[in-house]
């Protein structure tokens, strides 16, 4: 079974800032791995530990080293990095595109994809990848077990769970919960070193940059201003504004 593992590189989401005069997030802030791709990661792994003939590719769109580092290192054969200047700008479906031209090329059987991301946070890819390719997706899945190329799911719904049972190939959405990620040991740190990372660009793909769809256009990120609601008393005698509060609170009933 080949198993690809979609993952990205996202802004810290505990160290945000907005930068209020360019109307963008402040340059510098530190990135990390997107949480949900990491329990798609670990789902992963722990089928490849289950036995049989696994190959576990880890894929990305864009510059995300470090996390590409940390899958190898949990436990990834190898990776494989989109690298194209029009990576940066596509929206989800452009994404989709691009990851879709990967999956066909690889040829793979499962493909584990994190349910969104924590700055885009529109989690389409997934079913996009998935109507894309023609193949059935499975969303916030918390549970996951393999036999026989068929899938037997739990995914997390309103009012409780659902099991769902599905044959592969297949598109899965982890959710948090599914698998607690491992922290990668030192042999796995010092072995990543050793693994294939290779790069790849759109024309590799057979993709025409023209032809990758940005259907989606963002606006400059503001911040509300607070405004406080209230009566102010200017130049009031003491007496008369005692009187005035006592009213007010007398009229909503608050004392």
């Given amino acids: 079974m080949k198993i690809g593992v979609l993952v990205s590189q996202v802004p810290d989401p505990n160290a945000v800032r907005l930068d209020p005069r360019a109307g963008s997030i402040q340059a510098g802030i530190p990135q990390v791995p997107n949480e949900y791709d990491l329990y798609a990661m670990e789902a992963a792994i722990q089928l490849q530990e289950r036995g049989g003939e696994v190959e576990l590719v880890v894929v990305t769109l864009g510059a995300a080293k470090d996390t590409i580092n940390r899958c190898l290192a949990m436990g990834a054969d190898r990776a494989i990095t ?8 596509v929206d ?7 990851l879709a031209a990967v999956a066909r090329a690889e040829g793979f059987d499962l493909l584990l994809v994190g349910q969104e991301t924590s700055d885009g946070g529109t989690g389409t890819v997934g079913p996009e990848l998935a109507a894309l ?3 059935p997706v499975v969303s916030n899945v918390v549970a ?3 036999d026989g190329g068929t899938l037997s799911l739990e995914r997390e719904v309103e009012d409780g769970r659902q099991r769902v049972e599905v044959a592969l190939p297949a598109v899965v959405c982890a959710l948090s919960g599914l698998t607690e990620p491992r922290h990668p040991s030192l042999k796995g740190i010092m072995g990543a070193r050793r693994k294939p990372a290779g790069t790849r660009s759109l024309e590799d793909l ?14 400059a990120l503001y911040a509300e201003q607070e405004k406080a609601a209230g009566i102010i008393l200017h130049d009031v005698d003491p007496d008369a504004a005692v009187d005035q ?4 609170l007398r009229e909503r009933k608050l004392i």
Wanted: no cysteine; charged share 20%.
């Fill in 133 to 135: 390719l023609d193949l």
């Fill in 92 to 98: 989800s479906a452009g994404t989709s595109v691009i």
């Fill in 82 to 89: 989109i690298d194209d200047p029009i990576s940066a700008n």
């Fill in 245 to 248: 509060l006592m009213a007010f």
């Fill in 206 to 219: 057979g993709l025409d940059p023209e032809a990758v769809p940005s259907r989606v256009s963002w606006g």
């Fill in 144 to 146: 996951l077990s393999e």
